[in-house]
């Protein structure tokens, strides 16, 4: 999934750490917070956080900016999984947005609030037993707003694809316990979620539109280039490489002529794609007679003069970062699930 949360792993890390930028006077808070890009739901939620008013410009910019980040979040969520292909991808996706993803922010927003011994005490005023820093309760406050967003976010998910659900369930209560070692609040910062009119009121899977397929070549599509190998040369399963061609059809990499379509970002993805491809063994590792070693550039030359484009310096960018591929791949359920040939 191309939402990973950025903003909250920014609150967490890097530039948007409370503590780091905090010192910046009110004015500027407020100067930022006109700025927050406002989203608005695609469909209606089940859950909203309703914790406690934020009363200075700094806690009004993060209260805003975790929502609409939350906001967003979900609203591509739910756009993916309406276009899935399949009940295994939605599946993926929902497993991986719940285990991967939001339990990992949850996780790492646990640590932050550990390590720097944020308590509740510090910025609700029903419970302060003696005076905070009014930064320390400002950074306090909103590590605590994140934590709730970030356990609604759990929520969210769970209840709005039960059906796809790999594990069972979680309640609130164990949420809390079992993150963050504590009991779900006395009083709920989570509750039912207003009535959206303007959205779409189920965020269940919609049936994708029909798309024309791809006539499939298991041949040569153009006349032979210099020093490049040819299809029956380099093709291990002609069945099966037409098949993962479909697919790359299927997802808007190649058109009806196999062209490449070279949408923005689109290079990145095909480079990953021939990784997989040459990872999974549908290419011939020899070539007979002779007994020639095929090599990768053998099979991206092939490949970019198959789809009418160059990405070889894509393609070395992954060949010298593989750990980078790797996580860019399991992010993808269909680069994921490609088969071994």
Same mark, same amino acid.
């Given at each position: 999934?191309?939402?990973?949360?950025?903003?909250?792993?920014?609150?967490?890390?890097?530039?948007?750490?409370?503590?780091?930028?905090?010192?910046?006077?009110?004015?500027?808070?407020?100067?930022?917070?006109?700025?927050?890009? *406002?989203?608005?739901?695609?469909?209606?939620?089940?859950?909203?956080?309703?914790? $406690?008013?934020?009363?200075?410009?700094?806690? #009004?910019?993060?209260?805003?900016?975790?929502?609409?980040?939350?906001?967003?979040?979900?609203?591509?969520?739910?756009?993916?999984?309406?276009?899935?292909?399949?009940?295994?991808?939605?599946?993926?996706?929902?497993?991986?947005?719940?285990?991967?993803?939001?339990? @990992?922010?949850?996780? !790492?927003?646990? @640590?932050?609030?550990?390590? #720097? /011994?944020? =308590?509740?005490?510090?910025?609700?005023? *029903?419970?302060?037993?003696?005076? =905070?820093?009014?930064?320390?309760?400002?950074?306090?406050?909103?590590?605590?707003? $994140?934590?709730?967003?970030?356990?609604?976010?759990?929520?969210?998910?769970?209840?709005?694809?039960?059906?796809?659900? /790999?594990?069972?369930?979680?309640?609130?209560?164990?949420?809390?316990?079992?993150?963050?070692? !504590?009991?779900?609040?006395?009083?709920?910062?989570?509750?039912?979620?207003?009535?959206?009119?303007? =959205?779409?009121?189920?965020? @269940?899977?919609?049936?994708?539109?029909?798309?024309?397929?791809?006539?499939?070549? #298991?041949?040569?599509?153009?006349?032979?280039?210099?020093?490049?190998?040819?299809?029956?040369?380099?093709?291990?399963?002609?069945?099966?490489?037409?098949?993962? !061609?479909?697919?790359?059809?299927?997802?808007?990499?190649?058109?009806?002529?196999?062209?490449? =379509?070279?949408?923005?970002?689109?290079?990145?993805?095909?480079?990953?794609?021939?990784? @997989?491809?040459? #990872?999974?063994?549908?290419?011939?590792?020899?070539?007979?007679?002779?007994?020639?070693?095929? /090599?990768?550039?053998?099979?991206?030359?092939?490949?970019?003069?198959?789809?009418?484009?160059?990405?070889?310096?894509?393609?070395?960018?992954?060949?010298?970062?593989?750990?980078?591929?790797?996580?860019?791949?399991?992010?993808?359920?269909? $680069?994921?699930?490609?088969?071994?040939?």
């Amino acid at each position: 999934m191309s939402n990973t949360l950025e903003l909250y792993n920014d609150i967490l890390f890097l530039n948007h750490r409370p503590w780091r930028i905090g010192w910046q006077s009110d004015l500027k808070f407020k100067q930022l917070l006109l700025e927050v890009k *406002k989203e608005y739901y695609s469909h209606q939620p089940n859950y909203e956080v309703d914790f $406690l008013k934020p009363l200075s410009n700094i806690r #009004r910019y993060y209260n805003a900016a975790i929502e609409y980040e939350a906001i967003k979040y979900l609203n591509d969520l739910h756009s993916e999984i309406s276009v899935a292909l399949s009940d295994n991808e939605k599946s993926y996706l929902v497993h991986f947005a719940l285990n991967k993803l939001i339990s @990992q922010k949850i996780k !790492e927003t646990a @640590q932050v609030i550990n390590e #720097r /011994k944020y =308590t509740q005490e510090q910025f609700d005023p *029903k419970q302060k037993s003696k005076i =905070t820093e009014t930064s320390i309760a400002d950074e306090s406050y909103i590590l605590h707003l $994140l934590k709730h967003h970030l356990v609604r976010l759990m929520m969210e998910v769970q209840d709005s694809y039960p059906d796809y659900l /790999k594990e069972e369930a979680l309640t609130p209560d164990e949420i809390y316990y079992k993150y963050f070692n !504590e009991a779900a609040p006395e009083r709920p910062y989570i509750i039912e979620a207003e009535n959206y009119p303007n =959205t779409n009121q189920s965020p @269940q899977p919609q049936q994708k539109e029909t798309k024309p397929a791809l006539n499939a070549i #298991r041949d040569d599509i153009w006349e032979q280039g210099k020093n490049i190998y040819s299809y029956n040369q380099l093709v291990k399963n002609p069945s099966r490489f037409a098949q993962v !061609e479909e697919s790359l059809f299927d997802k808007g990499l190649i058109d009806s002529n196999y062209h490449f =379509t070279d949408k923005h970002g689109k290079k990145k993805y095909l480079a990953a794609f021939y990784q @997989q491809l040459i #990872r999974k063994g549908y290419f011939h590792k020899r070539m007979f007679p002779g007994n020639i070693e095929v /090599k990768n550039r053998d099979i991206t030359k092939f490949l970019d003069h198959r789809y009418r484009t160059n990405i070889d310096k894509q393609f070395r960018l992954w060949d010298n970062d593989q750990e980078e591929l790797l996580k860019f791949i399991e992010k993808d359920y269909w $680069l994921d699930h490609i088969s071994a040939c």
